[in-house]
């Protein structure tokens, strides 16, 4: 029982008494709507309480489900510090332990926010984690979650149904352990083959895109924000895809997005539909536009999170959105972990100092800072005059409404011992193996090995334990001794490791070493083979394709849904042109979504009718 049980007022009215004054105050009552209630605790608010709503910091979970009283791994402050002491309010969680300690950790946090002046609930975040891929700046595997395929492949299927029994599967496992904002869908385009984000992406087409991000949206938030929704962030504004040189804008050499072939237009158009959706939240990203014109007029070549031009008057004012704009995180300051930096994404502003930039960041219309926790410099600035405690209040004032509407007011609490019985269940883990088998896409069949029989073979592995491997027959040690061999392999890329988090961002060339073909014909002499290729992005898989009997993409598929795939299950798509040769990559315009001339195009999947008729296009 926490201190804030339900009371009854003299009406018969159940509320939480959350400023501990003994009686039904407007921004307890259930009954209200939550506009009216926002209003009410605005005014009863400190400065400091609404200053930290505005900020949106990572957080930790402590051993056994424990709070974390001290800095973490990745958090800077301890978790009382920053919920009691700064008045912060919004968390974006990374590691989490088994579902009840989740459980257990989230009411733990939320119990101990009611000893705030005012008891404003927590608000727990994350970015996707019903993956295989784990990188901290950008998600994580899925641990105690059911695992799905990457989003790309949720892309490649193609399938607005699947988008959102998806959604649904994720939101009912968010909030069984108290997440309760998805930092997530990402509705950028995957127009640059050598851009790192595109896994978490639909793929390079704007109308796919749009239709599973709707899908997505409508399946974590429902037909309106309420007490079992989780709040999404769309991001991010206006399409992240166009980098220069497909680097990425987390780091200095990555910051512009550029847009030769004029096609911004086709990046807006999912947020466009998200913002007609009713999305709680928008995220700009890092990038700053080069050369970009909008109306006429050119949009000044700072990061989006600092460009009024886009936020405020392309988002709010001709978009019409008015809901929470959350920055990426850290444009503010320099990120040291370590003995790695990574310098704040502030893009075209970098002479300007935090005040300065915050200060910019709010007049471009950021309602909130992601990754920041420095209170003091906005109340600083409201002491200097800089930023009104107007302004201050009109971004509150959102962030607030977004709690209210998801009931955390009124029970912010999850079900301890429940959490283990949702998160990780048979019936979700069935249906995300399921999707990871149906989204593997058959490049290359000709003759037409697929799909796998259960006949009596001998069966040389890599990349792909024995166990696994033996649903498909007695696992050898030689492909010589073999009657196929299967393959599993990384798409290419260029490890770095200088700044923070460059190590999980895997960029550069996609092109595999020249090595590799050589290695997989000797396996070929000896057996036919099939080659699975894991494409975080794409890859010139030329090379490849002239070595292996089979050749099929996966975007995140366990051995067991590899085997099903090869037993018949596949019916993925290329979400994303598969190019010929890294030339052809340089040569391509960032922004325009397609190449001149790929070795498989977008929508491709293996069908020898088309491939007898010397096609290799096959987009829908």
């Known amino acids: 029982m926490t201190r804030a049980a339900l009371e009854t007022d003299p009406g018969g009215v159940p509320y939480r008494d959350l400023n501990r004054n003994g009686r039904l105050d407007p921004f307890e009552d259930p009954r209200l709507e939550p506009e009216e209630r926002v209003a009410d605790l605005l005014l009863r608010l400190s400065l400091a309480e609404k200053v930290g709503l505005l900020f949106h910091t990572v957080i930790e979970c402590g051993p056994g489900g424990a709070v974390l009283e001290g800095p973490g791994a990745i958090c800077k402050s301890g978790t009382r510090q920053v919920v009691l002491g700064k008045h912060i309010t919004h968390f ?20 101990l926010a009611e000893d705030a002046p005012h008891g404003i609930p927590v608000t727990i975040s994350t970015d996707p984690r019903h993956g295989f891929s784990e990188n901290a700046g950008a998600g994580f595997a899925a641990g105690a979650f059911s695992q799905w395929p990457e989003p790309l492949g949720i892309g490649a299927l193609r399938d607005p149904a699947t988008a959102h029994r998806y959604a649904e599967v994720v939101r009912r496992e ?12 990402t509705l950028d385009l995957a127009t640059e083959p050598r851009w790192a984000r595109q896994q978490h992406t639909f793929g390079q087409d704007p109308h796919v895109v749009a239709e599973l991000g709707l899908a997505f949206l409508r399946g974590l938030q429902g037909a309106r924000l309420g007490p079992g929704s989780v709040a999404c962030t769309a991001k991010h504004f206006p399409g992240g895809g166009p980098q220069k040189d497909g680097e990425d804008a987390h780091f200095p050499y990555g910051r512009e997005q550029v847009y030769p072939a004029g096609r911004f237009g086709d990046h807006l158009e999912p947020f466009r539909d998200a913002v007609d959706a009713g ?19 050119p949009v000044p070549a700072v990061g989006f999170g600092f460009n009024r031009t886009v936020l405020q008057g392309l988002l709010r004012d001709e978009l019409g959105y008015d809901g929470v704009v959350l920055s990426d995180w850290e444009l503010i300051n320099d990120n040291h972990v370590g003995n790695q930096v990574l310098p704040a994404r502030a893009w075209g502003v970098e002479h300007l100092d935090p005040h300065a930039r915050m200060q910019l960041m709010l007049e471009a219309g950021c309602d909130q800072f992601g990754g920041e926790e420095c209170v003091e410099v906005l109340i600083d600035l409201v002491a200097q005059g800089r930023v009104g405690e107007d302004r201050v209040d009109e971004s509150a004032g959102r962030l607030l409404l977004v709690k209210f509407q998801l009931g955390l007011f009124d029970d912010p609490y999850v079900d301890e011992a429940a959490a283990a019985e949702v998160v990780g ?9 399921a999707a990871q088998a149906e989204s593997v896409t058959v490049l290359h069949d000709p003759r037409g090995l697929l799909p796998l029989d259960d006949g009596p073979r001998r069966i040389y592995v890599e990349g792909m334990s024995a166990g696994e491997a033996s649903a498909l027959g007695t696992v050898v040690d030689r492909p010589e001794d073999a009657d196929l061999a299967l393959v599993r392999i990384q798409a290419p890329f260029e490890p770095r490791s200088d700044l923070f988090l460059e190590a999980w961002f895997r960029a550069g060339s996609l092109e595999f070493p020249p090595g590799l073909p050589v290695r997989l014909a000797r396996v070929r002499a000896a057996c036919p083979l099939i080659v ?14 002239d070595v292996a009997d089979v050749v099929v993409a996966s975007y995140g598929t366990s051995g067991p849904a590899l085997v099903r795939a090869l037993q018949g299950a596949s019916r993925g798509r290329l979400p994303f042109d598969l190019p010929r040769s890294m030339a052809d990559v340089r040569a391509h315009a960032p922004d325009r979504p397609g190449l001149d001339d790929p070795l498989l195009a977008c929508g491709y999947r293996w069908d020898p009718a088309i491939v007898a008729t010397g096609s290799r296009r096959q987009e829908t």
């Open 92 to 111: 974006n969680v990374h590691a989490l332990g088994t579902p009840t300690e989740a459980a257990r950790w989230h009411n733990a946090v939320q119990e």
């Open 279 to 297: 999305v709680a939240a928008v995220m700009p990203y890092y990038g700053m536009p080069v050369g970009l014109e909008l109306d006429g007029e």
């Open 174 to 185: 968010y909030v069984a352990v108290g997440i309760r904002a998805a930092l997530h869908p």
């Open 532 to 545: 699975d290729v894991t494409l975080d992005r794409p890859a010139v898989l030329g090379p490849v394709m």
């Open 425 to 433: 269940c048979e019936e979700f883990v069935a249906a995300g193996l």
